[in-house]
Structures are given as C-alpha cells and as structure tokens.
C-alpha cells in the first residue's frame, strides 16, 4: 500500500530519465497486486502494451520480475535490497530491541517510521497480540501530514525543511478527517512539539487511529517517530486503561538514548 505513487514521467521535470520514470510507475504496480498481464498494466497506468512488455522483459532480465504463465509479479530481488539497507541503519538495530516490548505492552501495531525524501517510510512494524495483519507493511510510504508519525516527524524538523515537504508534497486529503489546511496543521505540529505526543484520529484511515512520539538527534532534530496504532473504538479504551502515550514516550526516548550514546 503506497498513498503517493510515482507520477507519469510527462509530470516530472525533464532533468529525470523517463525510461526509468516509467519503469518504476511499472514496479510500483506490480507491487500492489499478487500478478497481473501485459493489458491490465497497462489499461491502468495509461501506457501502451508494447511500451509496458518492454519494460516488464527488461525487468525481468535484470531478476527484478517473475513470469508466472502470461502474467507477471516482482521478484524477491528487491525483498534483499531493501533488507540490506535497512540492516546497516543503526536506528533499526536499536529500535528493534525495543519495539518487542511495546507491542507486548499494547498488543496493537507498533512501528518505527522515518523521513525519506519528503515522505514517512516504515522502517519497521510489528503486529500485537490483539490486531490482525495491517495492509501496511516494512517499508511501505505514506504521507507525513496525515499520520500521527509524521505529524511527530514534522514537528521536530527544521522550519525551512518542513515548509519545502509541504510545498513539494502538499497536505492529500485521505479521509474526512485528514488536515488539508496548511495553518490548521501548523497549529497542531506546534502543538505535537510542545506536547512531545502526536496523533492521528482517522486521518489515514477512518477507522484507525494512531499515536506517536518523535525520535530526535542531539541537535532536537527528528530522526524518527515511534508509533502504535489500532482500530479507533479500541485505541481509544485501551489507551485510557493503559497509558499507550506514556509507553510510546517512553519507549521513543529509549532509542534515543541509545542513539546518542
């Protein structure tokens, strides 16, 4: 699941390959589904099938793509791609010793996001006890102004970057309950940073809610945010029995500690 999909490459300045631009619109298609033909692909992202085979056969050279029959599905090339990067990131190795606990704690969906190029990536998420599989998962990336890790995120970046990731990237509107106007989320990232807490009530998704608290270097900066997420009728009761913003906090500050050591 990826709420800001790559545009067509007749959207992007001409500094960028278009080959490439439309390569990956191919690669972030496949993603979506478990395998699909040379005609849905490309019905669906506007390209003509010559155009789509090309690329998939050129793909699927490089073991990035897998034909099953007729249709076609990614490769496990990029599983070790993404694995490898995230392995050599300090924060993953650190947070990963403690996110056990908070999902044991809360029994829902704790994850660690992080900033990457203007959006929020899941570096890693962990289900609790008490939650069934979430359509996000390890890696996925969505919009930093409608989730409550982003929300943490932004609010503990410098002014002059945040207000470039609102330019660039805009507040979409996901749900009724998303914050499209620029001042209100102002307001509320000022509010996120005094509070040190994050949250997102539907925003994302109408019947999820989330909280967070951000993960910050030595110079205060965000780094990262700690998350913990549910259906919102039981985010809500089981945050007042048991703290949830307390544990996020808490558990936030450990791998900062543990960062800046």
């Known amino acids: 699941m990826d709420s800001t999909p790559i545009p067509p490459a007749t959207e992007i300045e001409g500094r960028v390959a278009r080959t490439t ?3 990956f619109r191919v690669i972030e298609a496949l993603a979506d589904r478990d395998t699909v033909g040379v005609s849905e692909l490309a019905e669906e992202l506007s390209l003509g099938k010559g155009t789509v085979h090309k690329h ?6 490089l073991d990035c793509v897998v034909k099953e029959g007729e249709k076609y599905r990614l490769g496990l090339r990029f599983l070790g791609l993404g694995a490898g990067v995230r392995a050599r990131m300090e924060l993953y190795e650190i947070a990963r010793q403690l996110l056990d606990n908070l999902a044991s704690a809360t029994g829902e969906v704790v994850s660690v996001m992080v900033p990457e190029n203007g959006h929020g990536i899941y570096l890693t998420r962990l289900t609790g006890s008490d939650t069934p599989p979430s359509d996000l998962h390890d890696g996925a990336r969505v919009p930093l102004t409608a989730t409550a890790g982003g929300k943490a995120i932004l609010a503990y970046l410098p002014d002059e970057r945040r207000e470039r990731i609102l330019d660039e990237h805009g507040l979409p509107q996901l749900t009724e309950n998303t914050i499209t106007d620029r001042a209100v989320l102002r307001e509320e ?3 996120v940073h005094d509070r040190h807490l994050a949250h997102d009530r539907g925003e994302f998704e109408i019947d999820r809610h989330c909280v967070a608290a951000p993960i910050v270097d030595a110079e205060g900066v965000a ?8 259906p919102a009728d039981r ?6 029995d048991s703290d949830f913003p307390s544990l996020v906090s808490s558990t936030a500050y450990g791998i900062e500690n543990r960062l800046q050591q």
Not at 223 to 230: H, P
Not at 235 to 240: G, H
């Open 56 to 61: 998939l056969t050129t793909l699927r050279e």
């Open 235 to 240: 985010m809500t009761e089981k945050s007042a």
């Open 223 to 230: 780094v990262g945010a700690v998350t913990v997420s549910g």
């Open 189 to 191: 990232l000022q509010d």
């Open 21 to 23: 631009v439309t390569s």
